[in-house]
């Protein structure tokens, strides 16, 4: 019982600094910031199992991790408010064009990230992006300027 009252407290502490980390894409990452995750993942393992390396303690440890995610991943199914509190939200970092810094700044992005993003997604100019959201994943939505919606098709329709 001892191994998941641990592992359930390292599963919130792990889940508030990820959160409080920000919006940050695996391919995003520093280096630091990467080393930074596997250390933390050493330093976990060692505070939830402390000195008990039996296949039990482990299994105790990870279906604890596993209960908690799918418990998360259902609550926010099942109550869409929570959604936005334990998810995140999505949040506009370019509008017609303008770079909000606000939204910069609450997320830690910087213009040069952004610009990267942009020429990723095939834009050469923040002229020609009429919005950018910072999706909760962490990836970069680009919507372009004069971009008009695909027609919707019936679905008796041929493609």
């Known amino acids: 019982m001892d191994i998941v ?3 359930t407290a390292m599963f919130v502490l792990l889940y508030v600094l990820i959160r409080l ?3 940050r894409e695996l391919g995003q990452m520093t280096p630091f910031e990467l080393v ?4 933390m993942g050493d330093l976990i393992q060692q505070g939830v199992t402390h000195n008990d390396f039996s296949l039990t303690g482990g299994m105790l440890a990870i279906g604890t991790f596993a209960f908690w995610a799918l418990t998360l991943s259902w609550a926010t199914y099942l109550f869409p408010k929570l959604k936005n509190m334990l ?3 999505p949040r506009v970092i370019v509008k017609y064009g303008t770079i909000i810094e606000a ?6 992005l ?3 990230e952004i610009f990267s993003e942009m020429r990723l997604a095939g834009i050469a100019r923040l002229a020609d992006v009429e919005w950018a959201i910072l999706e909760p994943q962490g990836k970069i ?19």
Do not use: H, M, W, Y
């Open 5 to 7: 009252l641990r592992a």
């Open 21 to 23: 980390l920000g919006k």
């Open 36 to 39: 930074l995750l596997v250390v």
């Open 87 to 89: 998810d995140g939200e």
């Open 103 to 108: 939204n910069l700044r609450r997320d830690r």
């Open 110 to 112: 910087t213009r040069d």
């Open 141 to 159: 939505s680009f919507i372009a300027r004069g971009s008009a919606p695909a027609p919707q098709q019936d679905e008796g329709d041929a493609v």
